[in-house]
């Protein structure tokens, strides 16, 4: 049989992190800083020491920023560049969750796992916005593949790599990386086999392991002191888990909302899977009874949601790499125990209200045409979780997130205001000097489009005291705080242009209907952005 015929569905997979790349504009939440500081590393000759808008940006290692830039430097600086890179780390890790899956299990557990986890929601998104935790479960995942792998041949080589993936992670986001060693060791000590760590090059790996954890780090207090370091360490990791504010104040069961909703439909399947290994283990004997891979799993989702949870700060994001063990899970109880037929059809039909639900609201922003067309998969999608027949259903899902990301990020970008505003600003400003920014707004990726420095403002006297100066001004506001400006400011301010821009979470949806009832629905979903400037001639 011939590999397509084997494994088309892990090549089908691979759509939706490749189709249209650069379609949307940097997403303003942490995109920009990674794509961004790359440019300046290239620009400046420094690898080293990363900077972000001319100033040093050293709250994290710089692999990511590592990855990026021989891109840039061998094509250009550009949005699909910088994503480029991020789709490859993202298919590599539903790569390494099916050799994973082929180590603990067999080739069909192992391809329904990765496309589980390929068609989780949060991976999805996070594969095209946020290259550091892409990168960090990249490497995360080849290294517990290959310590699975060395545990299982005995293969010294594969003890080396995965402690050269170990190293990796650390350099992508620090301390974070330990996490998976931790629940590892625990899984060799309670099979019996921590002996085994003993007969390992283990010399070789602590060294390869501890000089990737290392280098940059001495390299970063040599050239610049070692405060940096230490404020990496007590402020960026340890003051973010007990106590430093990097958001709203959550509740200890928040993982709980957002395994459920980040990885359905799986979410419903996993908690039938959990119930189902609970009942075959307190079941008699025999080769269910030595099939101890479960534990392996219940460490690893155990480790990310127990710590994340007593974390003082809490994103989404951070339990990412508990998915791959979950869709471990669920591809196991879904080929061993084969789901209920009433659990498919309920989970199928979800999905079904609930991609009418988007269709919907798409319809309410966009008149683009074709808005329609991912539908056409979920029947399949649902015919596919009645009848169990999984790997249908995976391909359907895979083609209706496929389709999704072809014809709806397009339209979205009318709601993405801070690249039209540089576009402006170029066309207005042609060669003269000039300041742009924000205040009381978050338009990071505005440095990336304009490749100059921006200012960034809070502070209400700060900012009046600019746009009173004698040096031309652009400033991103939004309507309400514009008026804030007017009042404060003798300086006469123009609207240059006016841009909607989504509300993004729940609370400023909420706070978008509480507006007067005349406005339409529409207007209800968005906020008006102004692009200011204190220019007397535009």
């Known amino acids: 049989m011939s590999f397509i015929r084997q494994y088309w569905l892990l090549l089908l997979l691979a759509l939706p992190f490749f189709v249209a790349l650069d379609d949307s504009s940097l997403w303003d939440s942490n995109e920009a800083f990674y794509a961004q500081t790359p440019r300046e590393m290239l620009e400046q000759g420094n690898w080293s020491v990363p900077s972000f808008n001319g100033k040093p940006r050293l709250n994290k290692p710089p692999l990511s920023y590592w990855v990026v830039a021989p891109f840039y430097s061998l094509f250009s600086p550009s949005v699909f560049w910088e994503r480029f890179p991020m789709a490859l780390l993202a298919y590599g890790s539903v790569l390494a969750v099916f050799l994973i899956g082929t180590i603990l299990y067999d080739r069909q557990v192992a391809l329904w796992a990765a496309g589980i986890f390929a068609t989780t929601f949060r991976f999805l998104i996070l594969s095209r916005r946020l290259l550091i935790d892409v990168l960090l479960l990249f490497c995360l995942l080849w290294a517990i593949a290959f310590f699975l792998s060395w545990v299982h041949s005995h293969k010294k080589y594969h003890f080396l790599l995965a402690s050269l993936f170990f190293g990796l992670a650390f350099l992508t986001k620090g301390p974070v990386a330990f996490l998976p ?209 999984y790997t249908l259903a995976l391909a359907s899902l895979s083609l209706f997130y496929f389709t999704s990301f072809a014809l709806y990020l397009q339209p979205l970008e009318k709601y993405k205001p801070v690249h039209h505003f540089a576009e402006r600003i170029r066309t207005d400003t042609e060669q003269q000097d000039f300041q742009a920014g924000y205040y009381k707004f978050a338009a990071p990726s505005l440095a990336f489009y304009l490749d100059q420095p921006i200012f960034e403002l809070g502070d209400l ?38 841009r909607p821009k989504l509300y993004t979470t729940a609370r400023t949806l909420i706070e978008g209907f509480r507006r007067d009832r005349s406005d339409t629905l529409r207007e209800s979903w968005t906020r008006s952005i102004y692009l200011i400037t204190n220019r007397g001639n535009l």
């Open 181 to 389: 060693l931790f629940f590892l060791g625990l899984y060799l000590w309670i099979g019996g086999q921590i002996r085994r760590l003993g007969q390992s090059p283990w010399v070789a790996g602590g060294l390869i392991y501890l000089f990737l954890c290392s280098f940059w780090f001495v390299l970063l207090g040599i050239t610049t002191g070692w405060e940096p370091v230490l404020e990496f360490f007590l402020s960026e990791n340890l003051g973010r888990f007990v106590s430093v504010d990097f958001g709203p104040q959550r509740s200890p069961i928040y993982y709980v909302g957002v395994f459920l909703g980040d990885f359905f439909p799986w979410s419903f399947f996993f908690l039938a899977a959990v119930i189902w290994t609970l009942q075959r283990k307190s079941g008699s004997g025999g080769e269910e009874k030595k099939d101890h891979h479960w534990i392996l799993l219940s460490l690893w989702m155990g480790t990310y949601f127990l710590l994340f949870s007593l974390s003082h700060n809490k994103q989404e994001y951070y339990i990412l790499p508990l998915y791959p063990a979950a869709a471990l899970w669920v591809a196991l109880y879904l080929k061993r125990a084969r789901a209920p037929m009433i659990l498919s059809a309920i989970v199928g039909t979800l999905f079904a209200l609930l991609a009418l639900a988007l269709f919907g609201i798409l319809r309410v922003l966009f008149e683009e045409p074709w808005l329609w067309l991912p539908l056409l998969f979920v029947p399949v999608l649902v015919w596919g979780f009645v009848r169990r027949r």
């Open 461 to 498: 006297q700060a900012a009046v005291a600019l746009l009173e100066s004698e040096v031309t001004v652009y400033m991103i506001v939004s309507a309400e705080d514009y008026a804030e400006l007017t009042q404060a400011t003798s300086q006469p301010l123009q609207i240059v242009e006016e």
